[in-house]
């Protein structure tokens, strides 16, 4: 492909190409897209080759230059005769339109035309919308609005993805991965180059890297729903990593595929897979969401979804964030001459060109579509920052997020095309009638006539027919542009794609260089005629035929990528042979012309039509025999040739100039891999000419490497040679010209009819002997025949990848490869030369070597015929022979022989065998080996080679004969034997075989492969093993030849059954290891071929001893079984090691059940015990070993409780260490167990029963158990009072409360304590809060902390013991505590964690106490004793007098025991709830309820109409229970008819006794039954003093809503307080968490109530005490509301005002609920003061909504609208519950009250809004509605119609209990005993679980308990025994 600088070309130069000598023949700039000039390929010359040399870059540059030179000067002669003053009306809107670009808020005015990017507008910085036309290897071509066109640079196509600053320009083949032809890109343009010969040329260089078009993107900016563009950084297991070229933020699309991504198919048999997806890849996608914190943006990639999404508008919004390509919602301004004004996104205009509306046929009405304000979605086409003018699409192919489809191509001629639209002056609009649908092309009035047309109206009518041909097309607009002129209808090329190869065409030279000649067609196309092809033979320079305006005949040689190149050779202009322009064209047989492009040795190479190249072998030439290529053909000559083959795949041709098919015999034909003999000739330091006679060659060459195979020998004989010696096989390797490459390599030679000499006789996976021809740094190339070749990688070339390969190989090497890989296409041959699977298999290696010493012995002996080789004969291999000794040394004895004074024998001290002999005597001893060359005799005097020898008989020779026969005979080819070393030589081994009676036999120490490597030690006497590859022959030397398994034990390839064995190794494989290395967590062994495995510390032994290595020794062979297989490690070509084990029980396992052991599952539970060894310990960790993949942590806290023990962490903990746990919790994606020491008390269980692995909150504190000791450490000393933050766990503090620090009761109890330090704490308690955070309390008090018992230990005096219940106080008991708050009025002092202890200022001192503040500080120490104590609110009463009696808060009845029933009581009402009254008894600190039940019957129907707060009643008491505190009143008039006495008259009340009373919430109290006869507090958590706390807890009266909207709950509360229980196991989770927060929700209200009744003991009475109040406690909305209160007392609204605005500045944001009872107050205030009321609350109403939850704002209005009973609120009140069911329909709340206030008014319409709450509510919420409405019904409404709902909803949910418990109270309620006695009998028949089936007859039994008598009490038992019975049975 070419590069950036030939893709670009310029306007004017396309008009000249299109018809030079017309000067009206011209086309718009506008409508025409712009191809490149003609350029030269930069990378691949077109013809390499033939004599010439190919251009440089600096001459292809100079050459392109004038060319372009030459175009554009054409242009400019045209442009100056077409100016004249017709055009000038044009021109002038022409500048107009093109100008400057309109941006709003530039100028004043609107624009008169629609924006139009133009080469003068066009400024760096502006971005654009493009479509990709070209991906070419080094830039891409974008097409742009208006025709333009941009090139982009490799570089600036993506952004990198590494973490170097720099960018990397990425290879040419990626360009194409990430981006593909017809996708829609965003671009920024980079800058706009101007040629310096020719300013109006121009260069548009863009960018498509997202760093710089989102570079004022950060993640704050993103909104759900844009569409953004991202790279694939990394595909993850769910997904995938995305890049969006900024580094601020990432991120990440699911892996899910999705409906646009695209699909493909491997092959037509398989199925659809996986989408493509890769690194780089360019996608576009829609937010779903994104992680501000993590900073990560969630992608969609639906193509679907893509196109659809529109762009929200984000206020403040900049130009800088629009990015080309985003979809908006647009209305219409107005409309402009040539498009339209739209609006968008709020702040931005943009317009819209008429080839760019929503309909692409658009007529000349099209303004008309285009109403003011009309709406219209709009994509974003270009953004100029500099003059913020925006272009927007309406195509509605582009508004889809499509490119338009590209149906035409240049030169098409379409007869019956429509005329759409007459632009004056302009053009014409058509419509093509294209295939398959029509296609819009433009016309520009230059190019609509031959003639002048100066009215386009007057000349084309709308409507009309017209005959168009196809200029060009524009990709984004998917507008074609077209020419009418006659004269473009006329010759056969007309456009690039009308040129074809070897298509016959005149043309007309217009430029002549040194390059060659530029030459104009017909039609204006131009063509390049290289100088080579512009004669028939080679010249320098052009010929003087060629001159500029000469019209000559040529042939189209090729065209690619627009580039046309032609010859003027005369054989090829008139050849009539058939044109050869594709490889698939090359049948056999085919004879066509072509040029010799290139000459070498062996042959030619010849150049055919559209880069088609062949090869004419050496043999096919048609050569005399001995003569040169080039002295009968020669480069560029034109050639007839006949294809003999062809390769279309792998792209070859092989030709022949020989036209005749007759050809020689095979015999007659040399070619590599033919077998000759010859004669040395002469001898040359590095070759050996050999003398040849084989069909017409007379001289081969042979190099010294080729003489043999062993390396040593190739040079031991070319010493040796001389002329003469004849060679009689010899291999032809090659054919050089006139000459033969021969080698004599035995390797080579006997295996030359299996030496492949073409690529398609190689296998894959085969074994192939060859010779190496180079060796590089990064690997080795192996020459096979002729010019095969392989190449070997590094990695492939050796096993050991570190070496270096000059090292271990040698050019010329003999060479065993397997083959890996063989590529067709490329012709490329992969191998591999290790020796693990190449070595031989045959002896072929040695028998060469003794093969060629006894050759080279031969030749040594130049004065015989070989008779001096007789000697050899007396000393055979094996025989026993007589010699002297005639000298010994230490390194053995030298042996002279009768017959034979020049050989010499030689005894080692080994061969010996321990027998000493003297100089001067007669030994008889065994030949071992014979030294030709050397001329040397080794010989052995050993017992057990000698003594069978000399047995049975006195003749030697023929014992020995017979013996090595018989022996020869057993023994068998490939046996596998154990053989012992006798002799170690330099190139082989002397080996002797006990079991064949000690036959000798011969082996290699090095193969072709290891030739240069250092062999293998080995010493006299060892024992290895070996394979009998050869029996004693003549070809073998008379020798054994044996194969030392070591050099082939790691054999792949190999038929052995020893290497099939090696490959046999499985899982569950017994074998023996010897141990290599001892490590303190695994021992390194090695076994079978050099194979490295480990034995880990684990799979030691079963019991996991203590340092299970200890009695084991490097050295030491092991039986090991085989768990585990080599792994391929993460990020890593490495493999791991083989996992062993040799523990007792797996080696005595079969290996099938090994396998399954073994097997690598994760399988640990919570809770179980494990056992493993330390392999680090780190400052807070210590890790285990637990297996051979699976780890463990110990934290350092679990490790003891001791402060000792963990000081001392790391000491206590060694590497080895055997240590047992038990699980915490697991990661199985880690593999990664925490561990803890004790023993877990509890564990989450699944439903199923199994132990569940997840880490939950239960888990996580599953090791802390109350009363329990545990180690932790000071996180933080909390400042004051606050106590302890200690560390228990990695993510758990808990807290030790100020008076659980000491033991004994100290002034100051921290001191001694820093953080960091390690203390023993014991566990007091552990619990959760609703949200889920887990509270510890711990103390670290050593009476505690000394036991783990869960009795507390009793050491020393009592007063140390801390108060843990509330029994434990009595009046009088001594106590002492620490100063918790100091008021005016007294102080708070704390007894406990748990309890906290008010003193009187009065008590505080027997004396005077002048300053509270500063006598007792906060943290002071005090003893005291106690004056009293409250069991209701917990409230405990201190004094620190000793001389006087103590002054008590209260006067009057301190308890229940002075209460009795019937007794007459009077007092305030404290509360009004739905079902009762709260009332606070005179002189008394008691609370009782009247029930509903037990007021007078008139007043049961609206208690909140009736009773308010602080009214005074009088009650008779009904019921005191002592022991739960409960007290129930009645207030009946029957009551109280009978007593005239009234026990605490009115003039006795005090106001000491009315602060006192205590508030209690109305949802806290929970009837027993129905008739609310005894009444039970829920138990108030004991905590710290509520003064302490005012400020965050205290809170104004609750809103009267009896509805409870628990919306986030499937858990709900009726009216009556009475829990939804689902018993059901899906439930019961949401029960418990439901229950937990109820509770909690009722502990802090009674708190808060506790809270105000204080607060009001010691209410201020000026305004100076409330701000004094409200300094200490600025959040606390009750101290707010009653400073308001006091305001109003006193009459003064506006300063009432002005505090509630005060409050509602001064409380923090945070406190929403603090603000909400302000804005409440706020509401009553304007509600009873406003002026009108009605328009001063609405005020404050929508004030509110600004800052608070906006639906408890609308409840809170309501509920005061309906307190007032004004009509006017109550219209108002209907009007805001109608807008609250629209506003907040998924609220079940709002839609009960709304039921509520329609049954209060007694009106119908109930089931017609249950329907249209339903049809809105979720479907989860809708069993909780239906019973709250069928409540409502029962209370309020038609007790038929709550009957129906309760019956609908168990007809679909039968099981369940908690409605059929509902039901049942609603009909006790009623009192029907017959119709709730029906309604029992139905739900006890039901098949339920026991445990709801044990609730129904429970509650049945307690109902005839209370209306029944003993006949129907005794039925309900008789039924549930039944049931009982056949649950049994």
Not at 1617 to 1629: A, F, I
Request: aromatic share 6%.
């Amino acid at each position: 492909m070419a590069p950036p600088a030939k893709k670009h070309n310029g306007n004017k130069s396309e008009k000249a190409l299109k018809k030079p000598h017309n000067p009206s023949f011209k086309r718009s700039n506008d409508a025409v897209s712009k191809p490149a000039p003609l350029p030269l390929d930069d990378d691949v010359p077109d013809f390499p080759r033939g004599g010439g040399r190919a251009l440089t870059r600096e001459e292809r540059n100079e050459i392109r230059e004038e060319v372009d030179e030459e175009f554009e000067s054409e242009v400019i002669d045209l442009k100056k005769r077409k100016k004249n003053k017709v055009q000038s009306r044009s021109f002038v809107a022409e500048d107009d339109k093109l100008g400057s670009l309109f941006g709003e808020g530039i100028s004043g005015k609107l624009p008169r035309f629609a924006n139009r990017i133009t080469l003068k507008n066009i400024s760096p910085g502006m971005k654009l919308w493009g479509v990709i036309t070209e991906v070419n290897e080094k830039d891409i071509v974008v097409g742009l609005p208006g025709g333009l066109r941009g090139l982009v640079r490799s570089c600036e196509a993506l952004d990198s993805f590494s973490d170097n600053k720099g960018r990397e320009e990425p290879e040419g083949h990626v360009l194409s991965t990430i981006y593909n032809i017809g996708q829609l890109v965003p671009c920024i343009v980079l800058k706009l180059d101007d040629d310096k010969k020719d300013k109006g040329k121009r260069k548009l260089w863009l960018s498509l890297r997202l760093s710089l078009l989102y570079k004022s993107l950060t993640v704050d900016t993103i909104q759900d729903g844009m569409v953004l563009s991202a790279y694939v950084k990394s595909i993850e297991d769910h997904g995938y990593m995305l890049h969006f070229g900024l580094p601020s933020f990432t991120g990440f699309m699911s892996e899910e595929i999705q409906p646009g991504m695209l699909w493909i198919r491997e092959n037509q048999s398989m199925p659809c897979r996986r989408a493509i997806m890769h690194t780089g890849k360019l996608l576009q996608g829609v937010v779903k969401s994104v992680d501000r914190t993590r900073k990560v943006v969630y992608l969609c990639s639906d193509s679907e979804l893509t196109s659809k999404c529109l762009t929200r508008d984000i206020k403040g919004i900049s130009i800088d964030l629009l990015v080309p390509g985003m979809m908006v919602n647009a209305h219409v301004k107005s409309t402009l001459e040539n498009g339209i004004l739209l609006s968008f996104l709020t702040y931005f205009s943009g317009t819209v060109d008429m080839f760019h509306l929503e309909n692409p046929f658009s007529n000349s009405k099209w303004k008309e579509e285009y109403n003011q304000y009309k709406k219209v979605n709009a994509r974003i086409l270009f953004v100029d920052p500099s003059t913020r003018a925006v272009g927007l699409t309406l195509n509605p192919n582009l508004v889809q997020n499509k490119a338009p489809p590209a149906l035409l191509n240049a030169g098409d001629i379409f007869d019956n095309s429509k005329v759409i639209r007459i632009d004056r002056g302009l053009g014409l609009l058509l419509e093509v009638p294209s295939s398959p649908v029509p296609t819009p092309a433009y016309v520009s009035v230059s190019d609509a006539s031959d003639k002048e047309i100066r009215k386009l109206e007057k000349s084309f009518k709308e409507g009309s027919h017209v005959r168009v041909r196809i200029l060009g097309f524009r990709h984004l607009e998917g507008l074609a542009t077209g020419v009418l002129k006659t004269s473009a209808f006329e010759g056969s090329v007309f456009t690039h794609s009308d040129v074809k190869s070897g298509m016959i065409v005149k043309g007309k030279v217009v430029v002549v260089d040194s390059f060659g000649a530029i030459v104009q067609l017909a039609s204006g196309v131009k063509a390049l005629c290289p100088i080579r092809h512009m004669s028939e033979l080679d010249i320098a320079k052009p010929r003087k035929k060629f001159q500029v305006g000469a019209e000559l005949i040529f042939r189209v040689l090729g065209c690619k990528s627009k580039r046309i190149t032609v010859t003027h050779k005369k054989t090829l202009v008139k050849s009539k042979l058939e044109i050869l322009s594709s490889y698939a064209d090359a049948t056999e047989g085919l004879i066509t012309h072509g040029w010799i492009t290139k000459i070498e040795k062996h042959g030619c190479f010849v150049r055919f039509y559209n880069g088609v190249q062949g090869f004419a072998p050496r043999s096919e030439l048609g050569l005399d025999k001995g003569s040169e290529i080039s002295s009968v053909y020669h480069v560029e000559e034109v050639v007839k040739c006949r294809v003999i083959s062809s390769l279309p795949a792998s792209r070859r041709i092989n030709l022949s100039f020989i036209m005749s098919s007759s050809r020689m015999s095979e015999d007659d034909v040399v070619k590599p891999g033919k077998l000759i003999s010859g004669v040395v000739e002469q001898i040359s330091p590095n070759t050996i000419t050999i003398s040849i006679d084989v069909n017409g060659y007379t001289k081969g060459t042979l190099s010294t490497e080729h003489l043999a195979d062993n390396q040593g020998l190739a040079a031991l004989m070319k010493l040796t040679l001389k002329p003469g010696y004849q060679f009689d096989r010899l291999l032809v390797i090659d054919v050089e010209s006139s000459c033969l490459i021969l080698t004599a390599k035995y390797s080579l030679v006997n295996m030359s009819d299996q030496l492949p000499l073409d690529i398609s006789q190689i296998l894959p996976h085969s074994v192939v002997h060859g010779y190496v021809c180079n060796i590089i740094e990064t690997g080795c190339f192996v020459r096979f025949l002729g010019r095969l070749t392989g190449f070997a990688p590094k990695s492939k070339s050796t096993d050991d990848w570190r070496v270096d390969l000059s090292k271990v190989f040698y050019i010329g090497q003999s060479v065993r490869s397997n083959i890996l890989e063989v590529n067709s296409e490329t012709g490329r041959v992969t191998l591999s030369l290790k020796q693990s699977i190449c070595s031989s298999t045959d002896a072929s290696f040695i028998q060469e070597y003794f093969i060629l010493e006894e050759k080279i012995a031969k030749l040594q002996l130049s004065s015989s015929t070989g008779s001096e080789l007789k000697w050899v004969e007396e000393f055979g291999i094996g025989r026993l022979i007589e010699g002297e000794v005639q000298e010994t040394k230490n390194i053995g004895a030298v042996i002279r022989f009768k017959n034979c004074d020049d050989v010499l024998g030689f005894i080692t001290p080994y061969q010996l065998g321990g027998q000493s002999v003297e100089t001067g005597s007669i030994i008889q001893a065994v030949v071992l080996d014979v030294s030709k060359m050397e001329r040397l005799v080794d010989l052995t005097l050993k017992p057990d080679i000698v003594n069978r020898l000399k047995e049975g008989t006195s003749s030697i020779k023929s014992q020995k004969k017979k013996r090595k026969r018989e022996a020869h005979t057993d023994m068998e080819v490939q046996e596998a034997v154990t053989a012992i070393v006798e002799l170690v030589k330099e190139n082989y081994l002397v080996l002797s075989i006990p079991k064949y009676n000690f036959t000798l036999g011969y082996a290699s120490l090095m193969d072709y492969n290891t030739q240069l490597l250092p062999p293998k030690h080995f010493v006299p006497g060892q024992s290895l093993s070996a394979t009998v590859v050869a029996l004693p022959s003549q070809s073998t030397a008379g020798r054994l030849l044996l194969l030392l398994n070591s050099l082939c034990q790691l054999k792949e390839t190999s038929s052995s059954k020893r290497a099939k064995k090696k490959l046999s190794y499985d899982v569950g494989s017994l074998i023996q290891a010897e141990i290599t290395e001892i490590k303190p967590l695994e021992l390194r062994v090695k076994f079978g071929p050099s194979w490295h495995g480990r034995v880990h510390i684990t799979e030691a032994s079963d019991d996991n001893v203590e340092d299970p290595f200890s009695n084991f020794r490097i050295g030491q062979m092991l039986a090991t079984k085989i768990v585990s297989k080599p792994k391929k490690l993460e990020n890593s070509k490495k493999l791991h090691n083989w996992e062993l084990s040799i523990k007792p029980s797996l080696l005595a396992e079969p290996a099938d059940t090994v396998a399954q052991i073994t097997a690598e599952e994760f399988n640990y539970v919570i809770g179980q015990s494990v056992k493993g060894f330390v392999y680090r310990v780190d400052t807070d960790w210590v890790w285990l070993s637990i297996s051979r993949d699976a780890r463990a942590q110990l934290y350092v806290l679990d490790s003891a409780y001791e402060q000792k023990e963990l000081e001392e962490f790391q000491k206590r903990f060694h590497v080895g260490q055997a240590l047992t746990g038990y699980i915490l919790s697991s990661n199985k994606e880690k593999k990664l167990l925490r561990v803890v020491l004790q023993e877990l008390a509890i564990f989450p269980v699944s439903e199923n029963g199994d132990v569940s692995n997840h880490i939950s909150k239960e888990i996580t504190t599953a090791h802390l158990r109350e009363g329990q000791a545990v180690g932790g450490r000071i996180f933080k000393i909390l400042p004051g009072i606050g106590g302890l933050l200690v560390q228990v766990d990695p993510h758990l503090y808990g807290k030790v409360h100020y008076t659980e620090l000491t033991d004994d009761w100290v002034p100051d109890p921290l001191s001694g304590y820093r953080e960091g330090q390690f203390v023993t704490c014991k566990v007091l308690e552990v619990s959760r809060s609703v949200t889920g955070t887990t509270h510890i309390d711990l103390s670290l008090r050593l009476a505690s902390a000394a036991s783990q018992s869960q009795q507390p230990a009793e050491i020393g005096p009592s007063l140390s013991r801390r108060v843990e219940k509330l029994e434990d106080l009595h009046p009088n008991k001594v106590v002492q505590g620490y100063v918790k708050n100091v008021t005016p009025r007294g102080c708070f002092i704390m007894l406990s964690r748990k309890f906290d202890a008010r003193i009187l200022l009065s008590n505080l001192s027997d004396g005077f106490v002048e300053n509270p503040d500063r006598q007792f500080p906060i943290g002071k120490l005090v003893n005291g004793k106690v004056i009293s104590v409250e069991p209701l609110s917990m409230r405990i009463e201190v004094t620190l007098r000793t001389t006087s009696t103590p002054k008590a808060s209260n006067n009057g009845v301190a308890n229940l025991s002075s209460l009795r029933v019937g007794d007459i009581i009077s007092g305030n009402i404290r509360r009004v709830v739905a079902y009762g009254l709260f009332i606070s008894i005179d002189q008394s600190n008691i609370v009782g309820l009247c029930h509903l039940s037990q007021l007078p019957e008139e007043h049961t129907k609206n208690i909140e109409a009736k009773y308010k707060a602080g009214d005074r009643v009088t009650a008779k008491i009904l019921k005191v229970d002592g022991d739960r505190d409960r007290i129930s009143l009645g207030m009946k008039d029957s009551d109280l008819s009978d007593d005239t006495h009234i026990q605490t008259p009115l003039d006795q009340m005090s106001d000491d006794a009315s602060e006192e009373n205590f508030i209690v919430e109305g949802e806290h109290i929970m009837s027993d039954d129905a008739s609310g006869k005894a009444l039970v507090l829920s138990e108030v958590e004991p905590r710290a003093s509520v003064l302490s706390k005012v400020e965050s807890r205290a809170s104004v009266l609750p809103l009267e809503v009896t509805l409870d909207d628990a919306e986030n709950s499937p858990v709900s509360i009726n009216a009556d307080g009475q829990r939804l229980e689902h018993v059901d196991k899906t439930d019961t989770m949401d029960q418990r968490k439901k229950l937990a927060k109820k509770k909690a929700k009722e502990r802090e209200l009674e708190i808060s109530a506790a809270e105000e009744r204080l607060i009001e003991e010691d209410i201020p009475r000026t305004a100076d005490e409330f701000e004094k109040l409200i300094r200490n406690s600025p959040n606390n909305s009750f101290l707010w509301i009653k400073y308001m209160e006091f305001m109003i007392s006193l009459s003064d609204v506006e300063k009432a005002r002005s505090i509630a605005e005060r409050a509602l500045r001064t409380i923090n944001i945070r406190e929403e609920s603090e603000k909400l009872n302000i804005w409440v107050a706020f509401f009553n205030l304007e509600n009873e003061y406003g002026n009108p009321p009605e328009d001063a609350v609405a005020k404050i109403f929508q004030r509110a909504l600004q800052y608070c939850d906006p639906k408890k704002v609308h409840l809170a209005l309501l509920g005061m609208y309906e307190r007032t009973e004004r009509p006017e609120q109550q219209k108002l009140a209907d009007e805001l519950i109608d807008k609250m069911v629209k506003k907040f329909k998924h609220s079940c709340k709002v839609w009960l009250r709304r039921i509520q206030i329609l049954l209060k008014k007694k009106q119908d319409g109930v089931q017609p809004l249950v329907n249209r709450a339903l049809l809105s509510l979720p479907k989860h919420k809708h069993i909780k509605f239906i019973s709250q409405a069928a409540i409502l019904e029962f209370k309020s409404g038609v007790p038929d119609r709550g009957r129906s709902m309760f019956e609908g909803m168990l007809r679909e949910y039968p099981k369940r209990t908690d409605l059929w418990s509902i039901y049942l109270d609603q009909e006790i309620r009623l009192g029907d005993v017959d119709v709730t006695r029906s309604l029992f009998e139905r739900a006890i028949s039901l098949s339920l679980p026991p445990k709801k089936m044990k609730f129904l007859f429970k509650k049945y039994l307690e109902y005839e308990k209370s209306f029944g008598d003993e006949e129907r009490i005794e039925y309900v038992k008789r039924k549930a025994m039944e049931y009982v019975e056949s649950t049994n049975s």
